[in-house]
């Protein structure tokens, strides 16, 4: 079972439709008793990175998710979930991530070219950089959609993907049970469900 956690932020639900698509059982919660029995779990999030991660922090699933991932358990974030599994964001201001992978979120304004629209928002063809499980399915090159208008750097012992725009992106990043994906796999299509397909079954629990 895939456990969504839900702490107030995100797009649970199209989430949720999207395992059941794929015939993968998912339960959204806020519990921690109901989300230990997930043997995977999935840390959305849309939004300003400060606002998120005080929620998470007030809901107390900050310490399960540290937990869980110590106990060996794949969690995958996705989108400001993502960019939350680091040490810290610079989103208008400075502000402390999870610290479950190394790196910093910044943003795109004065790293991109000036010409080019911010937020980042379309689909984008990834880069692979190393293999994992999460893109069995996946071939190079296949398109994803993304909206955001911070990235996360210095992230090179993780980074699994990047895209392009006008500089390197960090698309996807794995550190052993740690996943993350900046585009949002429920909205990109086929391609996106055959990475949460991955995530169901190639990931090892």
Known sequence: MIGIIDYGVGNLFSLQSSFAAIGCEAVVSGDREQLRKADRLILPGVGAFEDAARQLRESGLDSFVKDAAAAGTPIMGICLGMQM??????????????????GTVVPMAGRIDP????PHIGWNSLHMT????????TPEGTHVYFVHSFFADGCED??????????????????????????????????????????CGEVKA
């Not at 010409?115 to 911010?118: A, E, H, S, V």
């Not at 190393?130 to 399915?137: D, G, I, R, V, W």
């Not at 500089?167 to 299509?189: M, R």
Request: proline share 4%.
């Open 85 to 102: 599994l680091f040490e810290k964001s610079l989103e208008f201001g400075e502000h402390k991530g999870l610290g479950l992978l190394k």
């Open 115 to 118: 010409t080019l629209k911010i």
């Open 130 to 137: 190393k293999e994992s499980p999460l893109f069995a399915y």
């Open 158 to 199: 993780s980074l699994i993907a990047e895209t392009e725009y006008s500089i390197p992106i960090t698309a996807a990043v794995q550190k052993d049970n740690v996943y993350g994906c900046q585009f949002h796999p429920e909205k990109s299509g086929a391609a996106g469900l055959q990475i949460l397909r991955a995530f």
